[in-house]
């Protein structure tokens, strides 16, 4: 399982785990302390890293991972579960016109609850791949076209319904072709289009019988 670094904290990791999944997560300065630890002893340890880079060419960008991964203990940690830790470099190139126009570097550190015999350091590298993936189509579209960040809905499991409400709106809006502004005036315009969802079996059914995403 993968999350957001908001959600660092111990009791988090001993949920997650306690449920028997894995959690692999960026540690940033609101957790400053297992942040310094982690650095430390990867520092300490730089002559028995395991490492592994991959180079992705699309959408107009080059884009560079490389990752130096190492075991450690809770008791080095002071943090419950924390079995593995790496540190992940991203060099991303935009390019236009078969021109880099800019660059950029950004460097993390990652905590995981696994064992590095059980994951690669490639497969780690896919695992931070995948969770920005899914940072990039559902939260950013949240944070920035919802504004999901400045809810502070928290009343009686509000807030967690309204997480759901946006994800489920997040996944609908994802399926189209369309711009969003298009899809959210169509939607926003003929609410009878979200009621008939409770019509129908799945949402494949509902894009079939009532053709949400097509300009009338």
């Known amino acids: 399982m993968t999350f957001d670094a908001l959600h660092t904290v111990k009791d988090t990791f001993r949920q997650v785990v306690g449920k028997g999944a894995d959690f692999f997560v960026c540690v940033k300065n609101n957790a400053s302390d297992l942040r310094s630890k982690l650095d430390k002893h990867l520092i300490r ?67 995981g609850s696994f064992s590095i015999n059980n994951y690669s350091p490639l497969d780690v590298l896919a695992l931070d791949r995948g969770h920005w993936t899914i940072e990039n189509s559902l939260h950013h579209r949240k944070d920035r076209s919802m504004d999901e960040d400045r809810n502070r809905a928290s009343v009686k499991k509000s807030g967690r319904t309204m997480c759901y409400l946006r994800s489920f709106t997040a996944m609908i809006f994802n399926r189209s072709k369309e711009s969003l502004s298009v899809i959210q005036r169509r939607i926003s315009s003929k609410i009878h289009l979200v009621l008939n969802l409770f019509d129908c079996n799945n949402i494949s059914e509902w894009e079939q019988k009532h053709c949400p995403y097509k300009l009338a």
Request: charged content about 25%; proline content about 3%.
């Open 45 to 111: 340890n730089k002559k028995n890293l395991q490492s592994a880079e991959t180079v992705d060419h699309g959408h107009g960008r080059i884009e560079h991972r490389s990752i130096e991964m190492t075991s450690i203990l809770p008791w080095q940690t002071g943090w419950p579960h924390t079995h593995m830790v790496c540190r992940i470099t991203r060099k991303r190139a935009l390019v236009r016109k078969k021109q880099i126009v800019s660059e950029s570097l950004e460097e993390i550190i990652c905590v």
